[in-house]
């Protein structure tokens, strides 16, 4: 494999957990072993096939080629995953692929000054996001990383969903080199969002506490589940629960579900308060606070 399958690289501001609001270039890889298409859809309903809105979006399209030439062509979701575009393969065409030093190049060419030190303890961070980055394309990644660390690049952050091992070269690579045998442990980040029952994926492929617990190995990690109501509260509950029982040591976040404002706001509020009731953090989604979650953002 040369050539990585991605569907956008853009600069803006971290928009969830740990590092909200730092200055960071995403690569938003293309592909996914989950659909998580009930996110936002009743527990009980039974969907066949595709998430509704997709199936309705790809209607659309095909009655409508013209009018969606290009990725950022395509309409958001309210329901399912908000990232559908990087996950189902009949979007495919609407992402791109390159080899690793053109990717890089143009994740370079977004950074102010070309360079990741902005001085004075400020850094762009790297985000590698998807679709599930850590997919057979974590075999580039050491080498996209040395690119980039020739530029100074110093934080990285991978968003996964916590079900997939890192390769071994690839674990060995972040721990011997991107962290210095982990002296730079915190500027590595993992993370995690394991995806709870109403997300519409099964337990037992979703929560993965040994996985998860060989990333804290590597670099800082931590738990954000995404929540709507106290049931799924109460999941993720039982999830650290399991998580905490395999030796999982890192934080928790609960962050509201909605990638767009009218879902959103609905439950930012509740969401906050049942965090602080079990002494974890909260996430916000500052793309759908400032952007209204547009491509991009
Ligand atoms: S794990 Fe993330 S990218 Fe994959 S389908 Fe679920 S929400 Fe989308």
């Known amino acids: 494999m040369e050539k990585i399958t991605?569907?956008?690289?853009?600069?803006?501001?971290?928009?969830?957990?740990?590092?909200?609001?730092?200055?960071?270039?995403f690569f938003r890889t293309f592909g996914c072993n989950f659909r998580c298409k009930k996110f936002g859809r009743p527990r009980?309903?039974?969907?066949?096939?595709h998430n509704p809105e997709v199936v309705e979006i790809l209607r659309q399209i095909e009655s409508n080629p013209d009018q969606y030439k290009?990725?950022?062509?395509?309409?958001?979701v309210t329901s399912g995953c908000?990232?559908?575009?990087?996950?189902?393969?009949?979007?495919k065409r609407f992402n791109d692929q390159d080899n690793v030093g053109t990717i890089v190049d143009k994740i370079h060419a977004l950074i102010p000054g070309n360079t990741w030190d902005q001085g004075w303890n400020d850094d762009v961070h790297l985000v590698i996001t998807g679709g599930e980055p850590l997919l057979a394309y974590q075999q580039l990644y050491p080498e996209m990383l040395d690119l980039c660390r020739e530029?100074?690049?110093l934080n990285l952050t991978f968003e996964t969903n916590g079900s997939q091992k890192l390769y071994p070269e690839v674990e060995e690579y972040l721990f011997n080199e991107f962290t210095r045998h982990g002296r730079d442990y915190d500027k590595l980040t993992f993370s995690v969002s394991p995806k709870l029952p109403c997300s519409g994926e099964s337990w037992e492929r979703a929560i993965n506490p040994e996985i998860v617990k060989s990333y804290e190995m590597v670099g800082m990690t931590y738990l954000?589940?995404?929540?709507?109501?106290?049931?799924?509260?109460?999941?993720a509950e039982r999830?650290?629960?399991?998580?905490?029982?395999?030796?999982?040591?890192?934080p928790i976040y609960l962050m509201p579900v909605g990638g767009v404002p009218q879902v959103?706001?609905?439950?930012?509020?509740?969401?906050?308060?049942?965090a602080m009731e079990r002494g974890w953090r909260y996430s916000p989604r500052l793309q759908v606070d400032i952007w209204r979650n547009a491509w991009g953002t």
């Open 6 to 25: 991605y569907t956008e690289i853009f600069y803006s501001l971290q928009g969830e957990g740990r590092w909200a609001g730092v200055p960071s270039v």
């Open 44 to 49: 009980q309903e039974e969907i066949e096939g």
């Open 70 to 76: 290009k990725f950022e062509d395509l309409p958001l």
């Open 82 to 91: 908000d990232t559908y575009a990087s996950i189902y393969p009949e979007f």
């Open 151 to 153: 530029r100074g690049l």
């Open 224 to 235: 954000k589940f995404v929540v709507a109501t106290r049931e799924d509260v109460a999941d």
């Open 239 to 250: 999830a650290v629960a399991e998580f905490r029982a395999a030796g999982f040591g890192g």
């Open 264 to 274: 959103y706001n609905l439950n930012t509020q509740e969401v906050a308060r049942l």
